[in-house]
């Protein structure tokens, strides 16, 4: 493995989600769960508002 250089570009985070694309992704993985009760799609949904939170919080 080739030693690491300084002049080598620095690795780009990811750009954020904003609150539509991540209930996109919130939904799209409920889909592939099966998750279809009414009280489980919400609950997956509050998880996805709080990852978005974290996440903005931390600057990620």
Do not use: F, Y
């Amino acid at each position: 493995m080739p030693p690491e250089r300084d002049d080598d570009p620095p690795q780009q985070m990811p750009a954020p989600l904003d609150a539509r694309e991540a209930e996109r992704l919130a939904l799209i993985a409920q889909v592939r769960r099966g998750v279809h009760s009414k009280r489980q799609r919400q609950l997956v949904q509050q998880i996805a508002a709080l990852t978005l939170a974290i996440l903005k919080g931390t600057g990620r």
